[in-house]
T-cell receptor
């Protein structure tokens, strides 16, 4: 199985700034994803992080707001740009191999 | 967007009772997974069931899948206070590799 770590675990940011979240997997995974979980809600898929190419975004999410990189099979970053209080949420990184999908512990973001 | 809807949204039972949660989805799937999330914590993978399977067991957990009705159920037998958590189904649809989560069921087991 894969273990996924995220940095930072939490942050408090000011409106209008940007935050980059890092995701590291301890083994190679075929697919990596970013999800958002707003307070008391389920997980919503933001995008699929593609190695060496542009991420594939779900409806309602755009690259200018959530730029994503995945330079190799074990690492990805998600940037939350020009933040507003509505971006306050938990952001989760996920990796998938042939057996199952794994999740990181999440990054709790509060925008003031 | 949510692929699945779960019911009930919330469930409160006594310790020792069984808990059943249902997940309905909209499009054909490759497989379906159930996850648990304790308050403020990460997701824990419980069971994966493939579209050609009808039932799987893991300890006190039993998952069924009915592809004709596009639904799945998670049964937790002899529940414990430690089972208190939110439970989510997640489906991977045919032709894609991504999992879309259901709305979740909040289970509370009273000691």
């Amino acid at each position: 199985s894969a273990v996924i770590s995220q940095k930072p675990s939490r942050d408090i940011c000011q409106r209008g700034t940007s935050l980059t979240i890092q995701c590291q997997v301890d083994s190679q995974v075929t697919m990596m994803f970013w999800y958002r979980q707003q307070p008391g809600q389920s997980l919503t898929l933001i995008a699929t992080a593609n190695q060496g190419s542009e991420a594939t975004y779900e409806s309602g999410f755009v690259i200018d707001k959530f730029p994503i990189s995945r330079p190799n099979l074990t690492f990805s970053t998600l940037t939350v740009s020009n933040m507003s209080p509505e971006d306050s949420s938990i952001y989760l990184c996920s990796g998938r191999d042939a057996h199952e999908q794994y999740f990181g512990p999440g990054t709790r973001l509060t925008v003031t | 967007s949510q692929q699945g809807e779960e019911d009930p949204q919330a469930l409160s039972i006594q310790e020792g009772e069984n808990a059943t949660m249902n997940c309905s989805y909209k499009t054909s799937i490759n497989n379906l997974q159930w996850y648990r999330q304790n308050s403020g914590r990460g997701l824990v993978h419980l069971i994966l069931i493939r579209s050609n399977e009808r039932e799987k067991h893991s300890g006190r957990l039993r998952v069924t899948l009915d592809t004709s009705k596009k639904s799945s159920s998670l049964l937790i037998t002899a529940s414990r206070a430690a089972d208190t958590a939110s439970y989510f189904c997640a489906t991977s649809t045919s032709g894609t590799y991504k999992y879309i989560f259901g709305t979740g069921t909040r289970l509370k087991v009273l000691a």
